[in-house]
């Protein structure tokens, strides 16, 4: 039998790259992706990985993984080399993944990852003629790839064109997309899972006019239905009794246009939210949603749904998906507009917080639009402020990160109806969870958290703004068209701080300090480049109030802030001028910034009902630290904890025995030795008083190293030499002492 003349082959991810070199046609569209297709596409990859991971596992068992689909894409072979007609977004972003990867097994410094790094580098780049050539061929791109793969500054060209922006941008952003346990202790299975697990259908063209042609084919003709229309057609299927088909698909027409079905995946999204919110009693079930919506509602329609006969799946249609979809376009359109009365859904969605499930819970489809309101900032306003606790006590990595299981919080939410239910049900988890404003006082900006730092900042100018008189520019702060940055009070010179500091390493951590920085427009802040404070100073009364209360002028001539902020919250002992802006004013500052963040984000004035005898923080709040968060989740909510969340800890080390409350850790850069202490409850503790659950931001935190494997470089003294916490913890995963419920 002849072969058919268009052919398509299975490639993994191994086999794609070692086996071709691609070229892009000059009509082919930029390289377009932004950062939210880039993050969809690495959350696609991990997550599936992240199924199947366990720590402990090694190498070789990652054959065993389930495989991951990426899809097709079309090319023609041009001489040695392949000419990409469909695929192009997707292929380059798994090359930035490849070089990214390849830096993090780089800078994990573990000898037992040379074969892993072995493995990656034929894969991003061969030779031509003597000269690094990278698979995806463009002159345009190599200085740009060449700069990644060298770890070496990079500086766009003024006449950069889009795909050369775009490439270095979300070069910039895959660190912080991955989850820091595919960064650390799973690195080197998650490489290997990558090229040999992954794979896509390659279909090969004969020559680029018939590469048009099969990309065309694919794109234009035909009607592709979705996971939304195959639910549709159940759904209406169950539902239908021969004379109310036509009322129902208009039912179902309105639900699509109310949720602006024209935006990719709109439908998917809003039908995912519902029925994880709403419906999913295990995180393996919000999997399935996840995966094949329209396959779980055929499963557990009946189980979970409580959908048995035709009028109950009529009144689905009609009544629970057409308002919950008029529901669900309003916070879509929160989210994108600061609104009056929900502005925590807008702030949730710029940190990328997965919030609508939990929101779709709670709602009732027979609620007023007073209810609605009601119940809508309250949950929104429980995801800030446990994402800003999270945060000030460095327990997040990358926006969009929660810790713990939602489901215990998705039921409780849908076991509650009223305003005043919720109130309390949330109030008890706010008087339950383990992190408070105390984190500020060691709070600081590192490579990983600029966002965080950021939404902080740009909270405490609001407040102190809209307190003084002002209106509220928080869609401003965070627009990325308008971009406000990070201000360090202190310009980047060493030697104006010797005295005080001591070492570069002590004077980039206070520099740092979130005390020791504003919110400015960016072009003001490019022009006071490494000014002095004494000139800052001065430049400073003109900008937001937060910054211009460094100034005396200030305080003496601006009664709104004076009244509204320094009087009324009784601030005057930490608001106060700072004509030197020495190391005792970071401190104050830092302990101001704390006291703004219990007023922004008092559980009480929120809304929230505490539990009795659970007070508001005082004016001077006690430090102390958070206990390990310990939370005993339902058998039928429960699941692989561990490969969830973060595999081990220091924390879970210092349970097993292996590791010591108050044990000293150890970590060498460029011939300087940081040292720190494991705290009470397992956390580790620098000198400055920041305490950071991993190892890796913290050593970032000392090193100013953008990226660094912490379990590698911190290292514990045994029998006279130096450990390093990646063998303690290997030590522990294999004498099993880390089994057992979590």
Known sequence: MPEAPIRGDGFTIQQLFSQFQFRLDPYQREYSWGREDVKMLVDDLTGHFIEDWTPGHDRREVRHYRPYFLGPIVYYRDDELAALVDGQQRITTLHLLLLQLRRLAIEADRLEYQN???ALEPLIAGTSYGERAYAIRSQDRTPVLE??????????PADAGPSVQNLYERSQELHDLLPESVRDEALPLFIHWLLNRVCLVGINANDRRQGWEIFETMNDRGVQLGPADLLKSFLLRKASNRDNLPRLGQAWGRVLTRIDSRAPQAAARFLQALLIGRYAESEDEAADVAVSFHGWVQENHARRMSLVNAPDFARFIEHDLVRLAERYATLNAASTVLEPGLEPIFYNARNELDQMPFLMAVIDPDDSDAQFRDKSFLVAAYLDLVFIRMAVNNRITKLGALHGDRLPALLDLRATRDIDGLAKVLGRRIAQLDADFTGVKGYGLRADNRAQVRYLLARLTAFVEIESGRPNEMARYLDKDEPYEIEHIW??????HQPEVRTEASFRVNRNRVGALL???KSHNASYQDAPYEKKIEWYR?????????????HQRNKPFTDGVVKKHRLGQLFHPMPRFDLPAIET????????CEIIWDPEKLGFVLPPGVGVVPDQAVESEPEIPFQRVPARVARRTRAHFGGVTVAKLVRAGTLGVGEELLL?????TYTARINSVGHILLDGGEAFESPSPAGSTVTGKPTINGWSAWKVRRNGKLMPLFDIRADALRRGLLEGPE
């Open 589 to 596: 500052r830092q302990r101001l910034y704390e006291r703004l």
């Open 147 to 156: 700069a990644i793969y060298e770890d070496k500054p990079f500086t766009l």
């Open 519 to 521: 919110l400015l427009r």
């Open 491 to 496: 310009a980047n010179k060493f030697e104006r």
């Open 116 to 118: 892993d790094i072995a």
């Open 542 to 554: 003109s900008q937001n109030q937060l910054a211009a209360s460094l100034h005396e002028v200030t």
């Open 668 to 672: 060498t850069y460029k011939r300087v």
